[in-house]
């Protein structure tokens, strides 16, 4: 058949935009999303039959053609963010965004972000104030901290730290802390950004104090600590901690830096979790300036958070870089709001869901699995087997490495014993309208319920 026939077949772009079936469309997407979806649609038509004399299926009558032109224009509206339920195990997975945030924080950037708000405002002077005014009375009250500031994250915190701190001269640092956080972002590359010349002290597994007392000189700006929350040196080691440093760094005219990075506002350790460093006992211990982060254990956004003396914290915030990393009034909302219900602590383990998640009793997640084990298996099919199985969780986001939670998981075995069935499974789940992100382990999927709240809406989801 002559490709003329084909090409004459295909409507002109007026009869297509204004027939009954793409003119609703204009109605939802504006006229000028429509006229560019159903161009590039009729050029793509127009390429196939150049290429293999003939329609496409998706052009061979006008409808199909419009119901093509409706897919594209709503695929076009799909968000890339989009809620998940995660069942990997991992609470605050930074693939998956960390912290869930409290109502409370929510409710607070919903509200920022309908109106004006007093970011920088000051309703007493009735003139400008300090977006980070707020904050930083907060983290004083929760750490002692003589002031604070905020930036967009902790690595932001550690760079104009030593910026405002350090620039062109040395850090000293025990070489078993040079850390390397995700994203390959590394403490020596860090100090090299921030115009530092990093002076390493000890050995990788031991660091003495004697280090850091012959490493310090007229070119020492610093002495400083960073948490190693992200793995562990056990065995035949040794660090040396921000109560035996301070008063070296202090008789000797340098002040104490620490990086915790992980962020803990309390004593993990009475809600049974393992303890991990708080701002405010290194603070007590003498720190002057301590950096750590607003969305991992803390359970509020991304934020880079830092307190200490109030000498250094105006030399920070007076720094170029500090406008180049603060942070927006959706992120300054949430974080109050979330530093706020530190406030009531004895409601913390309620409100917060960081907290609530990584002390879920492993007895409740045994009843939900026990719930769910019927439905799963109905919706998995006969080629699976299921079993609701104990398991463990880890917290995340570089926190406490080695220890674990106590979990409970639901696991699918294929029975043909083929790994390929497996990931067929876990990618048509993933591919569900709020996508189901488990882990393969052992040839099996794993379902942590650890982090399953919605037990109806992750029902509905298979249904949708």
């Not at 809620?83 to 409370?104: D, K, M, S, Y």
């Not at 970011?119 to 003139?127: F, I, M, P, Q």
């Not at 307190?307 to 942070?327: F, M, S, Y």
């Not at 045994?366 to 019927?374: C, F, H, I, T, Y």
Request: with cysteine; hydrophobic share 45%.
């Amino acid at each position: 058949m002559d490709t003329r026939t084909f090409y004459a077949a295909l409507p002109s772009m007026d009869r297509l935009i204004s027939s009954t079936e793409c003119a609703p469309l204009a109605t939802r997407h504006g006229r000028h999303a429509l006229t560019q979806c159903a161009r590039a649609q009729l050029d793509a038509a127009r390429a196939h039959i150049a290429a293999h004399a003939a329609l496409p299926d998706w052009a061979s009558s006008q409808a199909k053609l419009a119901a093509r032109i409706a897919d594209k224009l709503e695929a076009r509206q799909h968000m890339a963010l989009r809620p998940a339920f995660n069942l990997t195990g991992t609470v605050l997975h930074t693939n998956l965004g960390r912290a869930i945030q409290a109502e409370v924080a929510v409710e607070a950037v919903t509200a920022a972000m309908r109106g004006a708000v007093t970011l920088e405002y000051d309703l007493d002077g009735a003139g400008r104030g300090h977006r980070d005014t707020a904050i930083s009375e907060l983290l004083r009250e929760l750490t002692g901290a003589e002031a604070a500031c905020v930036v967009n994250n902790n690595a932001s915190a550690v760079l104009i730290t030593l910026s405002a701190m350090a620039a062109g001269r040395e850090v000293i640092v025990s070489r078993g802390e040079l850390v390397e956080i995700g994203g390959a972002f590394r403490i020596p590359d860090v100090m090299r950004q921030a115009g530092c010349r990093l002076l390493e002290v000890g050995a990788t597994n031991r660091t003495h104090l004697r280090d850091y007392e012959s490493a310090i000189s007229n070119d020492s700006a610093l002495l400083m600590k960073v948490h190693t929350s992200n793995y562990s040196i056990e065995g035949f080691s040794k660090s040396v901690s921000e109560a035996e440093l301070a008063p070296l760094a202090h008789a000797r005219g340098v002040p104490l830096v620490t990086d915790l990075g992980a962020g803990a506002l309390i004593d993990l350790s009475a809600y049974g979790l393992p303890a991990e460093p708080m701002p405010q006992t290194m603070l007590a211990a003498g720190a002057d300036i301590v950096t750590f982060s607003g969305d991992k254990l803390l359970g509020g956004p991304q934020a880079g958070l830092i307190v200490g003396k109030k000498a250094w914290i105006d030399r920070i915030q007076a720094h170029p870089l500090k406008r180049a990393l603060r942070c927006d009034k959706l992120t300054l909302a949430a974080l109050e709001a979330t530093l706020r219900l530190y406030l009531e602590p004895d409601l913390l383990a309620q409100k917060l869901p960081t907290l609530r998640l990584l002390t879920r009793p492993q007895s409740q997640m045994r009843e939900q699995g026990a719930r769910l084990l019927a439905p799963l298996q109905a919706i998995a099919g006969a080629g699976f087997e299921v079993k609701l199985e104990d398991c463990a969780s880890q917290i995340g986001s570089g926190s406490l490495p080695i220890d674990r939670l106590p979990s409970v998981a639901l696991t699918f075995s294929p029975r043909d014993g083929k790994g390929g069935t497996l990931l067929e499974l876990a990618n048509t789940w993933r591919a569900l309208p709020q996508p189901l992100i488990g882990r393969i382990s052992e040839g099996r999927l794993w379902l942590d319920l650890r982090c399953l709240e919605d037990e109806a809406g992750f029902i509905a989801n298979f249904c949708a």
